[in-house]
């Protein structure tokens, strides 16, 4: 069965920074397009960053961009999300998630093309 699991999440006052870490079992992350995701209880799932299948190009969204970047480690079969510079409306449930349909070179942040997805880890931004 397949497994991603978060971690890195936390609490961290205003300015600071998280990397959030997303590992997989039982398949190659770099076989597929991998998102990045957060939610807040109440709101859609947002969509933030994603790394393409192969080649590892990404995609950033706006909101996040020059803050917030996605990359791989092939040989430790994870992916992360390095966030600098939280603000407290970053505090959400971030997940990872993996499109395994996807046979392209490009990914998404459309989280309705994802089909598997991780338990998610909590990041707070507070003082």
């Known amino acids: 069965q397949l497994q991603l699991v978060e971690s890195g999440g936390g609490l961290v006052q205003p300015g600071g920074s998280l990397r959030l870490s997303c590992a997989a079992s039982r398949f190659r992350l770099d076989y597929y397009p991998i998102g990045w995701f957060r939610q807040v209880p109440g709101n859609e799932r947002e969509g933030i960053s994603c790394?393409?299948?192969?080649?590892?190009?990404?995609h950033t969204v706006d909101a996040v961009k020059g803050r917030f970047t996605i990359s791989r480690d092939n040989a430790k079969n994870t992916v992360y999300l390095q966030m600098n510079n939280l603000k407290p409306e970053d505090t959400a449930i971030y997940y990872c998630a993996v499109d395994r349909d996807s046979l392209g070179t490009s990914c998404s942040t459309d989280p309705r093309v994802y089909d598997y997805w991780g338990q998610g880890t909590q990041v707070t931004v507070s003082s």
């Open positions: 790394i393409s299948r192969l080649d590892g190009r990404t």
